[in-house]
């Protein structure tokens, strides 16, 4: 071909490849950019469900989750443990916006999961729920969800056992684990605090707090980072072993895990003043924002101790999580500007760098999370309980700023 051909050519091809790339965005999102998205997310919803109703198991498909490889929607049932995250999504987009349209999304979305407050096959049931009805009841005040909550937590403290002080969280690899306690689970002390405070069963609250005592003992290292998973013996309650599941190592600093335990401590001070767990939080934090592998904009790889960092990927999750866990320490500690500022710093980059270009990822906000990497599965990928952080984090600041 003559080269006076040639170059036109691949100038073209370069406008094409740009075009089909997600590009980055320069400037910080507005909340009309996000309500753009979450609208052509819907869409890509109900496009799903009409087209595919049922996953592989039979299961109506519920709730958007990623993106599969090809780049389509991943719509999965209301089992899920993320299954809460997207009604979340939508009441947060309510209480940030006022407008009833995404109050109507939410109340529709919440309404599918009411069968989970009997799901206690792990111990999701505190994410499913409480970021879903917990949200509906809150911003609604409607008493209908009340009875849904409180069976929710009843369903999650079967859970728990006595010797160990904990509660269990997954069912499967039984040939190994005897009562595997992931890090992750702090969350879900949440919806206990709260059905105590509802009910006034003090039980409820005392074997949240002592989950956090007994994780604060066995999950944490000397630097303050934790563990992913301390398995128990359920006769006598000891350590028997310390693994990861999700993690680079079972001696590594698996990112979204040490993002659940800063925001899972904070949250548990709220609810007890029990000053360890401020302390507690106030040292995660440290471990994470003084780490010589976080990048400059505190969007952390996937995990600390990742080998190829910085050739690994980010994880948006874990520090979207981080973010909103950062907002609420700071008016807890004496650190608070500090925490402030680096959660602004962190909520500038994903509202930047790592926020979908307008119509992409099926509609999801933020771009760049990682599901589990050893599993080889959702890498790179938007996730929907990045998006619900995100969000949290966001009304936490304007509140915060609003002071
Ligand atoms: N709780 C599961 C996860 O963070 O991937």
Same mark, same amino acid.
């Given at each position: ?183 992750? =689970? $702090? ?6 605090? !709260?059905?105590?405070?509802?009910? @006034?069963? +003090? %039980? ?88 010589? =592998? $976080? ?6 790889? !996937?995990?600390?101790?990742?080998? @190829?960092? +910085? %050739? ?92």
């Amino acid at each position: 071909m003559k080269q006076h051909l040639i170059f036109p050519l691949l100038a073209v091809l370069l406008v094409i490849v740009s075009c089909s790339t997600p590009a980055s965005q320069t400037e910080v999102i507005t909340l009309d950019d996000i309500a753009a998205q979450l609208l052509l997310l819907d869409d890509n919803i109900l496009k799903v469900q009409a087209e595919n109703p049922t996953t592989g198991d039979g299961l109506p498909r519920v709730i958007p989750r990623t993106i599969n490889k090809d780049g389509s929607l991943s719509v999965l049932p209301a089992g899920d443990w993320t299954s809460g995250f997207y009604p979340g999504v939508l009441w947060y987009m309510y209480e940030l916006t006022g407008e009833a349209e995404w109050k109507d999304k939410a109340v529709k979305y919440t309404a599918t999961l009411e069968e989970q407050q009997y799901n206690g096959s792990n111990h999701d049931v505190g994410f499913r729920m409480f970021c879903s009805y917990g949200n509906a009841l809150r911003l609604t005040g409607d008493e209908a969800y009340i009875s849904v909550l409180e069976q929710s937590a009843k369903t999650l403290i079967v859970r728990y056992y006595e010797n160990v002080g904990c509660i269990r969280s997954w069912n499967f690899n039984e040939e190994v684990w005897q009562c595997p306690v992931i890090i992750d =689970n $702090m969350m879900n002390l949440e919806l206990l605090f !709260w059905a105590s405070e509802q009910t @006034g069963d +003090p %039980d409820y609250y005392d074997i949240a707090f002592r989950h956090a005592l007994t994780t604060m003992d066995n999950h944490f290292r000397p630097d303050n980072s934790s563990v992913h998973v301390v398995d128990y013996d359920t006769i006598t309650g000891a350590v028997r072993m310390k693994n990861t599941h999700q993690g680079y190592a079972d001696e590594s600093a698996w990112s979204r895990g040490q993002a659940w335990g800063l925001y899972g401590y904070t949250m548990t001070y709220r609810f007890t003043d029990h000053l360890d767990f401020l302390k507690q939080a106030e040292k995660i934090a440290g471990f994470l924002l003084e780490n010589p =592998n $976080m990048p400059d904009d505190l969007v952390p790889y !996937w995990d600390y101790d990742a080998p @190829g960092i +910085p %050739d690994e990927p980010r994880d948006v999750s874990a520090a979207a999580i981080m973010a909103s866990a950062l907002y609420e320490l700071c008016s807890y500690s004496e650190n608070g500007a500090y925490y402030k500022e680096k959660a602004d710093k962190i909520l500038e980059s994903l509202g930047s760098t790592y926020a979908s270009a307008p119509g992409e990822n099926c509609g999801f906000i933020l771009g760049h999370s990682v599901g589990s990497k050893p599993a080889d599965s959702e890498l790179d990928v938007p996730l929907n309980y990045a998006d619900y952080y995100y969000l949290e984090a966001l009304l936490r600041q304007k509140n915060l700023e609003s002071q």
